[in-house]
């Protein structure tokens, strides 16, 4: 790609051999041990290096397990110093597998099944509403809003007001205030409108009020210490923060109508998203809906402990039966009224669908969720597959897109349906 079409289309530069700045975790990498071809591995990757060509993703990881074990782990590009706009002489970083990349919305799944874990522990009722505990909640109409209504993007408060400072975001106080005051746009549950921001401090403010503890530190405790996580942290801390992965405004500027939908959404135009995600306050705070940081295996990991039925190397996580409630279907396909696409939506996941669906052809039994539009964490349980794609890159609507679907496509292409008798019991 020259340097005119590179600045037009706001792409890294890309070279020809790829290998100079692709990472491999050979020891972590076992296809034989659950009889994968390493021309399936090769062919995955191959669609993984043509979504990097489009130069859109400056860094991109990759962690795809099949019946538990991980196939493929690598890393390719940069961590830092290659955006679009980067000067020349920028020290460029190289990207690892174990380079923290923040998650953003793919942590939604996460403080999901944190809050089916509390109702496991019975100290959560999901149906009950959220003013229960929390009874400042209830101003302005909002009183009947649920828990679960909450978790499946139905709690009728999809977005921050407008005027709200992006400071906000980082101080927990002054955000709850604004997200008691607000009103909502409907109670009933019935229409499906995406939470980006909001839903995860909501969940946040339940959990600390019936713990007595941060949502930080139950992660920590129930998560992140059994499963042996390095990183899998709400922000990073400060002495840390300089090993995260930069995170580039890349593609073509999106226009209206794509531009008003990704500020219905995100709360504002792509190069603010760029500036605020990479603003070490971000970086540092604790934003359960949108800034969960660590690699592509770690998510990989705990999707695997999901299709486990809730297990993970023989210890028990939570139970099975919390799995399945986590991934049950909510409410029919629908259009999303803040994305604007069709959904299906449990109370915490992104569901796949029949004969096509958000995770590929013949998805019914996939779950997982995107994060800011470009990283896809998924599970499918009818392939007994885990997969986490992450990336730097924030393209919108651009060259990329093809390339995007077609990684998905081959993945599913790759591991067709396994017989139901072999699947793990989740998709029963």
């Not at 580039?248 to 959404?265: H, K, L, N, Q």
């Not at 096509?356 to 990283?375: D, E, M, P, T, V």
């Amino acid at each position: 790609m020259n340097r005119i079409a590179r600045r037009a289309l706001h792409t890294c530069q890309v070279p020809k051999d790829l290998a100079a700045i692709t990472y491999r975790d050979t020891n972590g990498e076992n296809p034989d041990a659950v009889g994968v071809d390493s021309q399936l591995v090769e062919d995955i990757w191959a669609s993984a290096e043509r979504l990097y060509r489009t130069g859109v993703h400056p860094g991109l990881q990759l962690s795809v397990r099949h019946r538990g074990e991980q196939i493929l782990h690598r890393a390719i590009g940069h961590a830092s110093g290659n955006g679009p706009h980067d000067p020349a002489g920028a020290v460029k970083v190289p990207m690892t597998t174990d380079t923290p990349i923040c998650y953003f919305s793919a942590s939604k799944a996460v403080t999901a099944l944190l809050m089916h874990m509390l109702s496991e522990q019975g100290l959560v009722n999901l149906m009950d509403p959220v003013s229960y505990y929390c009874p400042e909640f209830a101003a302005n109409g909002k009183r009947t809003i649920t828990v679960h209504q909450i978790l499946s993007h139905r709690g009728g408060i999809p977005a921050i007001p407008r005027e709200t400072p992006i400071d906000a975001l980082w101080d927990r106080d002054e955000i709850w205030r604004i997200l008691c005051d607000a009103k909502p746009v409907e109670v009933d549950g019935s229409k499906v409108a995406y939470h980006a921001i909001t839903g995860g401090f909501v969940l946040q403010r339940v959990l600390e009020k019936v713990t007595g503890d941060t949502i930080e530190n139950f992660l920590d405790r129930h998560l992140r210490q059994p499963m042996g996580m390095r990183w899998f942290t709400y922000g990073i801390s400060a002495d840390k923060v300089n090993e995260l992965a930069t995170n580039y405004a890349t593609g073509p500027t999106p226009r209206f109508p794509v531009s008003w939908i990704v500020s219905r959404a995100l709360g504002g135009d792509i190069q603010t998203i760029e500036q605020a995600v990479n603003d070490p306050r971000f970086q540092e705070a604790v934003i359960p809906a949108g800034n969960l940081c660590g690699t592509a295996e770690e998510m990989g990991r705990f999707f695997q402990m999901m299709l486990n039925g809730g297990v993970w190397n023989g210890k028990r996580i939570c139970s099975e039966m919390t799995i399945r409630r986590s991934i049950q279907q909510f409410g029919s396909l629908q259009i999303d009224r803040t994305m604007m696409i069709p959904m299906r939506f449990s109370a915490g996941m992104m569901l796949g669908g029949n004969p096509f669906g958000l995770w590929g052809q013949q998805s019914r039994y996939a779950f997982g969720h995107i994060g800011l539009i470009n990283k896809l964490c998924w599970a499918d349980a009818g392939r007994d597959i885990s997969v986490s794609l992450l990336n730097t890159g924030i393209p919108i609507v651009g060259h990329h897109l093809p390339a995007l679907a077609k990684f998905v496509y081959t993945v599913c292409d790759r591991f067709p349906l396994i017989p139901e008798d072999q699947r793990p019991l989740i998709a029963a």
